[in-house]
């Protein structure tokens, strides 16, 4: 018998009810997985602050603005004169400033200006002006217009889809058949405009570049092509505008070259090209294109100072030999449980120390000196414009240096002074730099330790000086700057004997002229330019293992750390070795890029092989973890119930310091749940305990400035007043090399207060800011994050965008730490460098923002430090980060991956928080599901499966880290001593489990009806 159209449509609506619960119920578990993601996209907090002191919101930071509106100007202000003060004047032949106001505009870029990077520094361009707006306010004229419209119309311009994979630039032959080419050739000034961009994720190609520039040292063959190398196009287009400035129909040609990454510059001078002026802008921000119109135009005198050495050729760069991916020659031989690729792949820092300018200065000074094993080296063949280079439209004169020595010990500074006059016929500013050379000895021979001839010290910048003003430029730098790491000999920083030098330039190159003339050298001897030896001074220094064998941070015994992160002398290194770049034998240690197969990859690099060893060192399981020794702290004690406000001041008012008993009961009131919760969940936050009153804090990611909205957090000032422009986004400042080139201190602080004026108005307590990272070659993928190539440059400048980002409550994560220094396969790359480079260069980036501004957080790196993960090191995030250094806040994870990073690892070694968000509940319980918001941690604790105190002690710790800052930060605004946190389900949570609710009850009704329908009933029995 058939059945019933009534059964059937019950069949259809029970499947329907089952199969939407099924759905429901997966989709609720999923969010769950990703409840972090989803609130910070919806702007969805999971506490709420109850109660309040006479309610009144608490403000502990205070601003100086009265309204959004007010900010925002201030910012997109304060971008423009970051951009008018950082860009640099590479070249001019008096065509700049331009005398006329009609101009011409060429190149794919003029229509699709680099702003920012890609990834997490992406900049919000929809109020951004192009340079045709920014030169008409400036008073100049645009007069081919058509051929910028023909760009648009023909869709040339640089493809952000691959990371900047495409110039797509237009053929001269093109443009000239083009209806435009009438616009343009009638007396005007040209202005070509060079765009490279790069971004997160992704390196810069230097072969085999889809669009990039044919490379003279790579292989003839199409493939190889070089992203930072002019392309054929480009080419086209600047000799066609040679050819109608021969003919008098241009009145110069000026290149902008807009890209954070210095680009190959041989051809700014190439006579075939005829450019007059040349102009570096990096990427400009929001508002910085305005200042680039300012500086052509003459209303702005540029005063940036190049904070990279610029090459003729990027691959003339001794990083770049070893710059890239390379997988250990007998990966093969071992397994992995997933992505091999974290595990087996590594780079050497084989130059060592001589990174840009350390190198080609010091060769050079050997070639000068005629040392023995130099080779062949001609530094105008390979350097375009040298470290700290920058002109201007006027001339100064440096004069009457006095250099004084101050203090005893490690506390000894040394205090420089120099007269600046401007000796030219315009108003403008110079940066003065200080450079010192160490002397190189048969005791650094011996143990291995390299100097440099020339090292930035310290800088100063004058005030605008009008014709003929003098102003004395003072710059201080601490003796600790002297020193050079001694890690095969003492294991601490050394006073070498001999002779030391201080000098006062315009640039490293002119920098080391000074000295060697004050070693009586000429260019009788090979200089390129006689120095000044007015600007040298001298001293001497007996052999000193003592005074800094205590840190310049915190006096803490400095020992030898990373032996493990140089492949000499790991522990496990098997057969592998490194010949590192030494200037005691140039000719046989040095490494260049080179192309010997003709295939436009390179054939000249660091090969190694694993061993058991790294193998071992590369994975993080539980049997690295410390034996359990059931030493447990004290959890969910009730003795005490402190709430986290009441540990803000004691009973006078005074701060109360990190040691105080009264932490030590505030901790022994966290369960190992709470502990768990706080360890376990850090993606651009910290949870919230509602046990103690912490609220939930957000953190903002990107190094150009706040780039979310003004209502992104519940507790910034703009949700807080509803402010009528709170959906606007954070001013987004030029690049950070353009940050460093402005070498002026107090407009750094500046940009770093309104950045974190920014943070307090959208609600965020931390920010994932600035990039301290190293700019060991042009091509690593995030440039436009990081300041130089320089540590000291780096680290001085950041000093002052941290000292005015933290005076406004908001503690910075200065990041990648440490050795990130490039993109390619960042994730689990084996970084292989030895100790003196390590300390000398790139955490100095990050100690000198620690010691002198009290940074307070670091973000851990991707990579590894030798073979074990940055964020897992003990050695990094403790002993120096915490022990030499001092960092006294906590540090989060690059983006989490489980794979082959690990929690309970990660807070042994020092790291406290995760980038990630894996669950929601926080229940605590022993399990492995992710709705458990610590649940990586459950299984460690006292009724876990595998029980841990060791592990317990240091979450403990880390908490206490986490607390401390957060209590100290503008992230408890709206926290009075009467408040109280208490937990809230989002309305999608609620909503998604209403859903499941009502759908489960409607499934188990209709499979009711369903089966009464099929029972048959007495009645029906009867009939039959």
């Known amino acids: 018998m058939k059945p019933s159209k009534k059964r059937v449509l019950k069949k259809i609506f029970a499947n329907v009810m089952v199969g939407l619960l099924v759905l429901v119920t997966f989709l609720n578990s999923l969010a769950g997985q990703f409840s972090g993601q989803i609130n910070g996209f919806l702007g969805i907090t999971t506490s709420q602050i109850v109660g309040g002191d006479d ?51 060429f190149g794919a870029t003029a229509t699709s200006p680099v702003f920012g990077g890609t990834g997490s520094g992406a900049v919000n361009t929809a109020d951004a002006p192009s340079f045709a707006d920014a030169f008409a306010k400036s008073g100049l004229t645009v007069i081919n217009e058509p051929l910028l ?73 199409p493939e190889n092509s070089d992203y930072l190398m002019l392309n054929k ?56 294109i305005y200042a680039v119109a300012d500086i052509l135009s003459g209303k702005v005198n540029p005063s940036g100072s190049l904070p990279d050495t610029w090459w003729t050729n990027n691959l003339l760069n001794p990083g770049m030999a070893n710059f890239g991916n390379y997988t250990y020659t007998n990966a093969g031989n071992y397994s992995f449980a997933s992505s091999p690729s974290k595990y087996t792949s590594y780079v050497a820092y084989q130059e060592g120390i001589y990174v840009g300018y350390r190198y080609t200065e010091t060769r050079y000074e050997d070639v000068v000196l005629g040392t023995p094993n130099v080779g062949d ?35 000894a500074e040394y205090v420089v002074t120099v007269d600046v006059t401007n000796t030219g016929a315009v108003a403008g500013k110079k940066a003065v730099q200080l450079y010192a050379q160490k002397p190189y000895t048969d005791y650094d021979r011996a143990n291995q330790i390299e100097k440099a001839s020339v090292e930035l010290v310290g800088y100063g910048k004058t005030d605008i000086l009008e014709p003929g003003a003098t102003e004395t430029v003072t710059i201080k730098f601490p003796e600790y700057f002297l020193t050079s790491y001694d890690a095969l000999g003492t294991g601490s920083f050394i006073l070498d004997a ?20 004050a070693k009586g050298m000429t260019v009788g001897n090979g200089m390129t330019a006689d120095g000044n030896t007015n600007l040298v001074y001298q001293t001497e220094y007996e052999f000193d293992a003592e005074t800094y064998s205590k840190s310049y941070g915190t006096g803490a015994d400095v020992t030898s750390l990373f032996a493990g992160a140089d492949i000499n002398r790991y522990e496990g290194k098997g057969d592998n070795s490194v010949t590192y770049l030494s200037r005691n034998n140039w000719q046989d240690t040095l490494m260049l890029w080179t192309d010997k197969d003709g ?68 901790l022994n009131q966290l369960s190992f749940e709470d502990l768990s919760r706080l360890c376990a969940v850090g993606l651009r936050m910290t949870v919230s305990l509602e046990s103690i009153g912490k609220p939930e804090t957000l953190d903002h990611n990107g190094p ?73 070659t042009p091509y690593a993928g995030r440039v436009f994050e990081y300041y130089s190539e320089d540590g000291i440059l780096t680290g001085l400048i950041d000093t002052y965008e941290t000292l005015g980002i933290q005076s406004k409550g908001v503690y910075v994560y200065n990041k990648h730490f440490a050795l990130n220094d490039q993109e390619l396969q960042r994730q689990g790359l084996g970084t292989w460098c030895n100790e003196q480079a390590m300390r000398e ?68 070694g020092g790291c406290d928080i995760p980038d990630n968000f894996p669950g929601t509940t926080g229940t605590g319980a022993i399990s492995s599901t992710s709705g458990d918001l610590g649940f990586e941690f459950a299984a460690y604790g006292p009724n876990g499966a595998t029980p841990n105190a060791p592990l317990a002690r240091a979450m403990r710790e880390s908490a206490h880290r986490i607390l401390y800052t957060v209590l100290h930060s503008r992230g408890m605004d709206g926290i009075g001593m009467n408040t109280r946190i208490v937990a809230v389900t989002p309305w999608w949570q609620t909503a998604l489990n209403v859903t499941q609710i009502t759908l489960a009850v409607l499934s188990v009704l209709s499979l009711a009806l369903l089966v009464m329908d099929m029972v048959p009933s007495k009645k029906k029995k009867t009939n039959e």
């Open 149 to 221: 419209d023909w760009y648009r119309a023909e869709q040339y311009g640089r493809d952000f889809s691959s990371s900047g994979d495409a110039i797509n630039e237009a053929r001269w032959k093109s443009i000239m058949k083009s209806d435009a080419a009438s616009s343009f050739g009638k007396g005007e000034v040209a202005v070509f405009v060079v765009g490279r961009v790069g971004g997160e994720a992704n390196d810069l190609k230097h072969s085999n570049h889809i669009d990039g520039g044919a490379n003279p040292l790579g292989a003839d063959i």
């Open 55 to 105: 309610g009144e919101y608490v403000r502990y930071y205070k601003s100086k603005f009265n309204s959004v509106a007010d900010l925002k100007a201030a910012g997109l202000d304060k971008a423009k004169e970051v951009e008018a003060e950082g860009a640099v004047l590479l070249k001019n032949n008096g065509v700049l400033p331009i005398k006329g106001n009609e101009v011409s505009l």
């Open 377 to 411: 080296f001609q530094y105008n063949n390979v350097v375009a414009y040298p470290f700290g280079y920058g002109l201007s439209y006027t001339t100064f004169d440096m004069s009457n240096m006095k250099v004084e020595k101050q203090g005893q010990g490690a506390d």
């Open 498 to 517: 001999g002779n030391y030098y201080l000098t006062a330039a315009a640039n490293s190159h002119e920098a080391i002229n000074n000295i060697l003339a």
């Open 841 to 908: 260069i790139y955490l100095r980036a990050f100690e000198l923002p620690i010691v002198n501004a009290d940074a307070k957080c670091v973000m851990a790196a991707f990579n590894r430090i030798g073979a074990v993960w940055a964020g897992a090191s003990h050695e990094l995030l403790t002993d120096w980060l915490r022990g030499e250094a001092g960092m006294t806040g906590f540090a989060v994870t690059d983006m989490y991956e489980k794979d082959y990073m690990s929690k309970p690892h990660e807070v042994l």
């Open 233 to 288: 196009n480009e080419r086209g287009i600047l000799e066609g505008l040679k050819a109608m400035k021969d003919e008098g129909k241009l009145s110069g040609i000026v290149v902008l070259v807009n890209s954070a990454n210095p680009v190959s510059a041989a051809f700014l001078n190439d006579e075939e090209l005829g450019i007059d002026a040349a102009l570096w802008i990096g990427s400009v921000g929001q508002t910085g």
């Open 599 to 666: 295939d436009g990859k390179n054939d000249n690099f660091v090969k190694l092989a694993m061993t058991d060893k790294m193998y071992q060192d590369t994975i993080l399981d539980d049997a690295d973890l410390p034996a359990n020794d059931d030493n447990w702290p004290v959890m969910g004690s009730k003795d005490t119930a402190y709430s986290l406000i009441q540990l803000l001041e004691d009973e006078n008012g005074n701060p109360l310091p990190y040691n105080d008993p009264k932490w030590d009961e505030l």
């Open 704 to 776: 150009s400035g706040v780039t979310q909205k003004y209502s992104a957090g519940i507790n910034g000032y703009a949700n807080q007043t509803n402010d009528p422009d709170k959906n606007l986004t954070g001013t987004c400042y030029p690049c950070n090399g353009i940050i460093a080139s402005t070498m002026n201190d107090k407009l750094v602080q500046e940009v770093g207060e309104l950045i974190g004026e920014d943070a307090m108005w959208a609600g965020y307590a931390g920010f994932y800011g600035t990039g301290l990272n190293i700019h060991r």
